[in-house]
T-cell receptor
Framework: GAVVSQHPSRVICKSGTSVKIECRSLDFQATTMFWYRQFPKQSLMLMATSNEGSKATYEQGVEKDKFLINHASLTLSTLTVTSAHPEDSSFYIC??????????FGPGTRLTVT | ELKVEQNPLFLSMQEGKNYTIYCNYSTTSDRLYWYRQDPGKSLESLFVLLSNGAVKQEGRLMASLDTKARLSTLHITAAVHDLSATYFCAVPLRGGSTLGRLYFGRGTQLTVWP
């Protein structure tokens, strides 16, 4: 099956700094990728839809200036958490949509803001 | 507002026993997804149910979809320890121009003991 990677898998950053998370589709092209966040022992919440070559679409309640998304190529989307705070600590999971509309999830990135 | 309710949220069962997890959703949808998540890991796709009456089986797991009742079930037969994980159902979000946006239930944490 299709493979989606994320980098880094874990990151610890200080409050006030920014951190970038990469999501790559390794063996297929994805014009659409999604970013989710998951708090411990809770469900996944869709944050935004990342569209190659255009602006991301954010779900209601998600701050677009806080979570910057760039989908610069058909295989790469990045999520930058700007001016991170401890409440941004979470597990961030991306997914990528194939041309056949099958969705594959990345392994996740655990962000800890100290 | 779309609601996706899973029950039970926690399930502890003995090896060899059978049980069913339920997923109710509040909007019309002709498809539903089931995922498995192991602790600290991302999502593994289990089933994609694409129509009313769809039934799919893989090993000890069988999923079904009743779009009229807005209900999906995940049935576990003769549980084994390896099935211990959290199981999520997800329904496509309506609205917007992008397919693939998913709304997840809260998950059912399954523990299978000897």
């Amino acid at each position: 099956g299709a493979v989606v990677s994320q980098h880094p898998s874990r990151v610890i950053c200080k409050s006030g700094t920014s951190v970038k998370i990469e999501c790559r589709s390794l063996d297929f092209q994805a014009t659409t990728m999604f970013w989710y966040r998951q708090f411990p022992k809770q469900s996944l919440m869709l944050m935004a839809t990342s569209n190659e070559g255009s602006k991301a679409t954010y779900e209601q309640g998600v701050e677009k200036d806080k979570f910057l998304i760039n989908h610069a190529s058909l295989t790469l989307s990045t999520l930058t958490v700007t001016s991170a705070h401890p409440e941004d600590s979470s597990f961030y999971i991306c997914s990528a949509l194939t041309m056949e509309y099958e969705q594959y999830f990345g392994p996740g990135t655990r962000l800890t803001v100290t | 507002e779309l609601k996706v309710e899973q029950n039970p949220l926690f399930l502890s069962m003995q090896e060899g026993k059978n049980y069913t997890i339920y997923c109710n959703y509040s909007t019309t949808s002709d498809r539903l997804y089931w995922y498995r998540q192991d602790p600290g890991k991302s999502l593994e796709s289990l089933f994609v149910l694409l129509s009313n009456g769809a039934v799919k089986q893989e090993g000890r797991l069988m999923a079904s979809l009743d779009t009229k009742a807005r209900l999906s079930t995940l049935h576990i037969t003769a549980a084994v320890h390896d099935l211990s994980a959290t199981y999520f159902c997800a329904v496509p979000l309506r609205g917007g121009s992008t397919l693939g946006r998913l709304y997840f239930g809260r998950g059912t944490q399954l523990t299978v003991w000897p």
